[in-house]
């Protein structure tokens, strides 16, 4: 009995990875690059305001920042809209804005910007600036 349990388990594995590899690749997908147009579109919202919030997968700051942005983003949800750009995906918009440092956080309303910061900011600061009308 054991000698034929070895074989089905080593098969059961492999069509497995051959699932999750094959099946499910396109879910696994990036997502594609944002361009210029795209996002000049999302921070014209007439509705909300637009948090641009700037980061990269390796920025150790932008990590200590993520768990601002997402409370923020349960907090302000009726009245923000906030735009995940990946400096190193999202390459154009990032070159047009001259980003060189990161994390880098902009408020727009109506399209228009009303605040830029490089780098970390408290809750409480950053609701402070969303609030300020």
């Given at each position: 009995m054991k000698k034929h349990f070895l074989p089905i388990f080593l098969i059961l594995i492999i069509i497995g990875i051959c699932l999750f590899t094959f099946g499910f690749k396109e879910n696994l997908q990036e997502p594609k690059p944002m361009s210029l147009e795209e996002f000049n579109k999302a921070v014209a919202n007439k509705d909300k305001k637009v948090l641009v919030y700037f980061n990269a997968s390796w920025c150790t700051v932008c990590a200590k920042m993520k768990p601002v942005i997402e409370q923020i983003e349960t907090e302000y949800k009726t009245k923000l809209q906030i735009l995940r750009i990946d400096a190193d995906r999202d390459k154009e918009v990032a070159k047009e804005f001259e980003v060189d440092a990161l994390p880098v956080l902009m408020l727009y309303r109506n399209g228009?910007?009303?605040?830029?910061?490089?780098?970390?900011?408290?809750k409480d600061k950053l609701k402070n600036k969303i609030d300020t009308d």
């Open positions: 228009i910007r009303e605040w830029t910061l490089v780098g970390l900011i408290e």
